[in-house]
């Protein structure tokens, strides 16, 4: 059982305005696969480096199975470190690599051997236990880093961007490999990345981080259709989520180009609307929760084609709407041409309401 807690964690660099790790706290529950995603420079290094014990926090606590570990040194902590450098010793065979974590704490031969020869067979390495990194391809270092930290059998471990290094392909196969990894093992692991499409396959939860705090926590399925504020909206999900000035107009939302869509029912967000009466207002809308006809369709709105973008498995449709592109995700048959008019209806489902002024979400 390893449960990780960040408790109003705080670090803020000399000379910096906005601290690096700002009141931040957050729980990792038992054997969770959670995922930090966040810009370049957001903090989620320096929050992980912090749990590691390579940086030192000036405010909050850090919990591991409810016992402070935030004076303990990094080797007191049994947590496992995979970076995106592999940190691989040079002149040490994959076999040694592997082992070296178990021979510094002086475990027993034969359970070394064992632990070797388990992490081996669960990563694929026997044959290539004899080579040195420099006789390995980057997905096999990668894997000879991952055996280093297994065998350890740690509490948690922690991976800063481990994959970055590797050609897209490779990348998407180590990702599921790690993701198996994870759930045989039942191991609590804290991943950092700032690849979106990387956190929504891996991640058990997603933290979204930016300057220093956690703008969401939630499901893949949950940070995606229901992000709780527009930088959430706008960092995940690719294209990003279509953001649009509205008004409100009775049950109505109104869109420029007087697109008028049917405010979604009920729930937390009436009062707000209401509230906003009229203004104030910013429409969500997933490329995938905009239906787009090439015949008149009744309630649709008419507009006009500005470019497709063909993807192979679907056609991303940009459309003109006064001085803002919706794009629109449609099948791959689908392939209207610039100047084309269109017919385009918003799902009821996929509407998403935010406050123009804070960015949050209204919608429930
Ligand atoms: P990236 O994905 O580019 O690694 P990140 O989200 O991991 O970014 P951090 O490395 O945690 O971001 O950095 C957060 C902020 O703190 C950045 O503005 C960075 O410049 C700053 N920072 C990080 N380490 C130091 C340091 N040792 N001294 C001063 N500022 C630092």
Redesign the pocket.
Known sequence: MAVIEFERLSRR????DVP??NDLSLTVADGELLVVL????????????ILAGL?EADAGDIRLDGRSIIDLEPRDRDIALVFQQYALYPHLSARDNILYPLKVRNVAQAERQTRLGRAATMLNLDRLLARKPAQLSGGEQQRVALGRAIVREPKAFLM??PLSNLDAKLRTHMRTEIKALVQDLGTTTFF?T?DQSEAMTLADRIAV?SA?TIQQVGTPDEVYQHPANRFVAEFIGSPPMNLLRARADGDHLVVADGWRIPAPPGGRQRPSLDASSGSGLTLGLRPEAIRLSQTAEPGALAAEVFLTEPLGSEVIVNIRLGDEIVKVRTAPEVRPAPHDTVWLTALPGGVRLFDRVTGQALAG
């Open positions: 660099f000399d000379g910096q690096a790790v966040g810009p370049s420079g957001c903090g989620k290094s320096t929050l992980l480096r940086e800063d961007e950092v700032h981080m220093g």
